[in-house]
């Protein structure tokens, strides 16, 4: 069992925010399967992303990755809670915890969100620890906003709100999903973002950040996949995968920068001066499509580990693949048989 702040995620296993956690059917099948520690939805925002068929996923051949161009949920906020509550009603007995994924481009509605996420927080007495945040600052798919985590400080309008709701209440179990970085500076950027928000608490003067888990990482931006690369038979060579033509790839086309992102984010948080970042978790995410992948990331410093890609792919039956028994868990790169395995090869 892995404790992120409030919540307990046994086994260390969930899926990531993304298209295959987006309705009430989807969302039931990722909490009753016993395989999942936790669920994460999809990203929501305060009135719902205006949806239409430009936003899509591709699946890529001989690879097990993805490319979409999806925004964010067409469902409001409201609707996950109305969920969320809903399953969490059904099953007293259960401990599974939900992650919420919210994000905003307006502070003042992220602060409406974080009040509505309390209210469900606070309906029952044990659902403080039945329900945590993340918040998604690294889509690479909105026109005209990059993902704010390549710019760290622009963040710090909507971190303050999450702070200032922490402050309140500590019990609140709150998250950042991250983009892949891919230079030492943004990584420093990140963790000295973060630092700033720490503070030293209480009698014994614990030190305290309102971040209890970073995420990393979410899909590669600016990715162009054409759709004779594709599974789908028959594709037009000329043409692209996605409508857009750009869009965010996962799966194993990312799985060795996700990985880096992972280690150089767990070094650097056990390395800090800040105690209060060492306590903070990671969730591996990133072309884990095997049950070696989930041990890489565990190696790399992840203590939860997470796919988006594998589920879209196989359905929830994604999780059960992933907690297979590894034949060759020692022996890295060598006994990899994710693709054949998940692909039925
Ligand atoms: C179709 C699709 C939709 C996604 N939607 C979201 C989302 O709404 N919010 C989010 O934080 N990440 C989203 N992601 C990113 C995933 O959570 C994950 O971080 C990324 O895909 C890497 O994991 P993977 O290689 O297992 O797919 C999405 C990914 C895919 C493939």
Not at 116 to 126: G, N, V
Request: aromatic letters at 8%; proline letters at 7%.
């Amino acid at each position: 069992m892995v404790r992120v702040r409030g919540i307990d995620v046994h086994p260390p296993l969930l899926n990531t925010s993304c298209a295959w956690a987006s309705d009430l059917q989807q969302l039931t099948a990722l909490y009753d399967c016993p395989h999942t520690g936790a669920v994460s939805t999809r990203t929501a925002t305060l009135s719902g992303f205006k949806e239409d068929s430009s936003h899509t996923v591709a699946f890529l051949a001989g690879s097990l990755s993805s490319i979409n161009s999806y925004g964010y949920s067409p469902h409001p906020l409201s609707s996950y809670i109305t969920w969320v509550r809903m399953l969490l009603e059904r099953d007293s007995l259960s401990s599974k915890p939900f992650i919420i994924s919210i994000t905003e481009s307006d502070p003042e509605s992220l602060r409406k969100m974080m009040t509505a996420i309390q209210d469900l927080r606070a309906a029952h007495p044990s659902w403080h620890a039945r329900i945590a945040i993340e918040f998604n600052a690294s889509c690479p798919n909105i026109k005209g906003h990059p993902p704010p985590s390549y710019n760290f400080s622009s963040l710090s309008p909507f971190l303050d709100i999450f702070a200032e709701h922490f402050w309140a209440d500590p019990t609140l179990t709150i998250g950042l999903k991250l983009p892949p970085y891919t230079m030492a500076t943004q990584f420093d950027d990140a963790i000295s973002g973060i630092t700033t928000y720490t503070r030293q608490c209480g009698p014994s003067g614990q030190y305290v950040n309102p971040l209890a888990f970073l995420t990393c990482t979410n899909t590669l931006g600016n990715s162009l996949v054409f759709s004779d690369q594709t599974v789908e038979s028959g594709a037009d060579a000329s043409s692209f995968a996605l409508p857009p033509g750009i869009g965010g790839l996962a799966g194993e086309a990312i799985h060795s920068l996700s990985l880096g992102n992972v280690y150089s984010f767990s070094r650097l948080l056990a390395e800090s001066a800040d105690p209060a970042l060492r306590e903070i978790v990671i969730i591996g995410a990133g072309g884990v499509t095997s049950p070696e992948a989930v041990t890489r990331m565990h190696r790399a410093g992840a203590k939860l580990v997470g796919c988006a890609t594998l589920l879209g792919a196989l359905g929830i039956a994604a999780f059960a693949h992933l907690n297979r028994e590894q034949p060759n868990a020692a022996v890295d790169g060598t006994s990899d048989s994710s693709r054949d395995k998940a692909t039925g090869a």
